[in-house]
């Protein structure tokens, strides 16, 4: 049992860096509207942390007019390397306009955000598909750096230098263990 649960969890991290390693730091990405079934989106960028940051999505007229709805889903990632896990957003409909908000915590890196188009006949698609649209925020860290205008030399203006978080050695360190430990009986 100990051996599934330490393999399990290096398999999270493996998505999670593999995840965060895929984006290019600092540039947000977002739909081509020519591809998907939105007209138009405006998001809040930079992120700012402890501010509310808006995401509106509107959609286009064929699909408005052939009853579409969308589920909007977001994630926050941590300069530490840890993403929150995923959240269907609360979404205010007004006609094709679909606007949806949140406020990121302190330390975070960027917004990810997704769309889940649901069809009349049951069937969906997922914009983008099995990845996200990503916002920065205004404080990032990259390779050995924190960027964006609210970095501050060694971190981001305002944060204090005892920010708990999850680091890739003692990550690693604790996943060692836990094999060592399986191994052992």
């Known amino acids: 049992m100990r051996t599934v649960i330490a393999l399990t969890l290096i398999a999270l991290l493996a998505v999670s860096a593999t995840s965060y390693a895929a984006k290019t730091a600092g540039e947000n990405n977002g739909p081509d509207v020519d591809e998907t079934p939105f007209e138009s989106y405006t ?83 997922y914009f983008p598909y099995g990845s996200w649209y990503t916002i920065w925020s205004s404080c990032y860290y990259d390779d050995g750096g924190y960027y964006g205008p609210d970095a501050d030399g060694d971190g981001c203006a305002g944060e204090s230098e005892d920010t708990p978080g999850f680091t890739l050695i003692p990550a690693l360190t604790a996943i060692g263990l836990a094999i060592a430990l399986a191994r052992r009986d």
């Open 43 to 125: 998001a809040t960028s930079p992120s700012v942390s402890g501010e509310t940051w808006t995401l509106v999505v509107v959609m286009d007229e064929a699909h408005m007019s052939n009853n579409t709805t969308f589920e909007i889903t977001s994630q926050i990632c941590l300069n530490d390397g840890v993403c929150d896990p995923p959240v269907v957003q609360e979404v205010d409909v007004d006609g094709a306009t679909h606007t949806t908000s949140l406020t990121p915590p302190d330390d975070h890196s960027y917004v990810n955000w997704r769309v889940k188009a649901m069809y009349e006949d049951d069937s969906t698609d």
